[in-house]
């Protein structure tokens, strides 16, 4: 029978691409995990790794053990579901990843609401994109990641994960200068009222850059992207002091009034899907359960705001 904690390895292998980022996550020495790969290659009788220039891959072999590493460790959590079910307090680390504006909006509630029901669950809570956490998720680094999906680009979801809608969360044009003037009466005339101005974006490979970009050329022109950010909340200050244009989600204004003028956009680009991924066989852990409708009660307890600077809603 293989050894399970060499086949974790292997996995790990897979996930984080380098012995170096393995034993860095594991806290080993890069000697000890080569090591134990090897003694996992003499209890196969096959070689598992094969070199790919500075850095080594996985064979067919090894990626078949991976697989079904995978499901055992699938049932396993099942397992740690069932047990920490059957018990009266919950218990143990619950750890979250998130992105900023849903941690801005609902991650204290769902805090308070957790600490109040659960005072023995520890919760720990990153800042971090979708893009990254969501591979660490598979890695096992967290048990549950907010993530968010653009229209018209949805994202790409691996087989081991599993994903509950939270809310939609809608996304607006926010205007660096009053509203007004000739062309600006519907949604497409108002971004194409913008196209000479400076814009405020995320960074070049996260999908809410894909979405805006080709929100920006359906309207007919390429947006001078001046300022790169994943900070929100530097969007909106650029807004504020009128340097740059920008799409913001509702849930920037976390229960306030809007500061700019917002336009609302075309059909069909109008919200964004906010979700909780976990890892499969996970969802049904206790933990994963409560964090899971303490999420929902904040959304229900501090719905955005944005009814009074918005502009007319266009058709």
Request: hydrophobic share 45%; glycine share 6%; proline share 8%.
């Amino acid at each position: 029978m293989f050894d399970l904690h060499r086949l974790r390895l292997l996995r790990e292998l897979k996930h984080r691409g380098t012995l170096a980022a393995v034993a860095a996550a594991l806290s080993y020495a890069p000697s000890s995990v080569s090591q134990q790969l090897s003694q996992l290659e003499a209890e196969v009788g096959v070689p598992l790794l094969e070199p790919a220039g500075r850095r080594v891959r996985l064979t067919e072999q090894a990626e078949i053990l991976v697989a079904h590493t995978e499901a055992v460790l699938e049932r396993l959590e099942r397992a740690e579901a069932e047990i920490a079910t059957s018990l009266s307090d919950l218990t143990g680390t619950l750890r979250i990843a998130s992105f900023q504006t849903a941690a801005l909006a609902l991650i204290p509630t769902a805090l308070g609401l957790l600490r109040d029901l659960h005072p023995q669950l520890r919760v720990h809570v990153t800042h971090m994109e979708p893009e990254r956490a969501l591979p660490a998720l598979l890695a096992r680094d967290f048990d549950l990641v907010l993530a968010e999906e653009y229209p018209g680009h949805p994202t790409p979801r691996p087989s081991g994960l599993e994903q509950e809608d939270l809310l939609d969360d809608p996304l607006r044009l926010a205007l660096p200068r009053p509203a007004g003037g000739p062309g600006a009466n519907g949604p497409m005339a108002a971004l194409r009222s913008l196209a000479n101005h400076p814009w405020v974006m995320e960074p070049e490979g996260t999908a809410a850059r894909h979405w805006a970009m080709t929100l920006c050329r359906d309207a007919g022109f390429e947006p001078d992207v001046r300022f790169e950010t994943t900070d929100l909340l530097l969007h909106l200050r650029l807004v504020e002091q009128r340097h740059a244009a920008a799409f913001l989600p509702d849930l920037v204004w976390y229960g306030h009034s809007p500061t700019v003028p917002l336009r609302q956009l075309p059909r069909g680009r109008r919200a964004r899907r906010i979700s909780t991924v976990v890892r499969r066989g996970r969802s049904r852990h206790p933990a994963v359960l409560a964090c899971r409708d303490a999420l929902l009660r904040a959304v229900t307890l501090h719905p955005v705001h944005t009814d009074r600077p918005v502009l007319r809603q266009e058709k």
